[in-house]
Nanobody, 123 residues
């Protein structure tokens, strides 16, 4: 059983930056695709970013390309999401996601979820 614990959310002004972290435990980190989704109030949970097991391949949702960067540190079993040029529409709960061996962009393909971290962007 894999546990995912997010941190790094908060309140930030538009144009600012944040770095979200997701610490993984209970599994072999290098065998998991890792990623992030977000869910705004009253909306569906949407794909944000994904990184391959080796860290060599990344994929981003269209709304965050060029502003968000996903990375992973195998020595710390942690995945990061660097968020820049924040916009009010980025306000959401951000969830860490994991799936062993296979990639994902849909919520139904994710095996493990974190509890979420709130990001609020003020205008």
């Amino acid at each position: 059983q894999v546990q995912l614990v997010e941190s790094g959310g908060g309140l930030v002004q538009a144009g600012g930056s944040l770095r979200l972290s997701c610490a993984a435990s209970g599994g072999t980190f290098s065998t998991y695709y890792m990623g992030w989704f977000r869910q705004a109030p009253g909306k569906e949970r949407d794909f944000v970013a994904r990184i391959s097991m080796s860290g060599g391949t990344t994929k981003y949702g269209d709304s965050v390309k060029g502003r968000f960067t996903i990375s992973r540190d195998s020595t710390k079993n942690t995945v990061y999401l660097q968020i820049t040029s924040l916009k009010p529409e980025d306000t959401a709960v951000y969830y860490c996601a994991a799936r062993r061996f296979y990639a994902f962009t849909r919520t139904e393909d994710v095996t493990y979820w974190g509890q979420g971290t709130q990001v609020t962007v003020s205008s």
